[in-house]
């Protein structure tokens, strides 16, 4: 089954809501598809090892992934590893 992309944007899919204090999440490609073998949609970020998540709706994953994401930076940060600038849409062969 061919994956969905949700690109660069919010993994919702939405544009960035209005300006708050907090720094903006940066945009990293989320590709989502259907796993029959888990029996959800599951979301991977590509550009950030081991960061995926997953949901029982399309948009259940979307969001779910947009906490993984925050979450790993947060770690990746706690322990100083180095973390990857958002390089927009990844090409496959």
């Known amino acids: 089954m061919a994956a969905k992309r949700v690109g660069r944007g919010r993994a919702n899919g939405k544009g960035a809501g209005p ?3 907090a720094p903006e999440q940066p945009r990293y490609e989320v590709i989502i598809d259907w796993s029959k073998e888990d029996g959800a ?3 991977e ?4 090892p081991g960061c995926a998540a997953d949901g029982d709706t399309y948009q259940e994953a979307a969001a ?5 994401i ?3 930076i947060e770690t990746a940060r706690e322990l100083g590893r180095p973390i990857s600038e958002p390089k ?4 496959f062969a």
Do not use: C
């Open 88 to 91: 927009g849409r990844l090409l």
């Open 64 to 68: 779910n992934v947009e906490a993984v």
């Open 41 to 43: 949609f599951v979301a």
């Open 19 to 21: 300006k708050s204090a």
């Open 70 to 72: 925050r979450e790993w």
């Open 45 to 48: 970020v590509p550009e950030l």
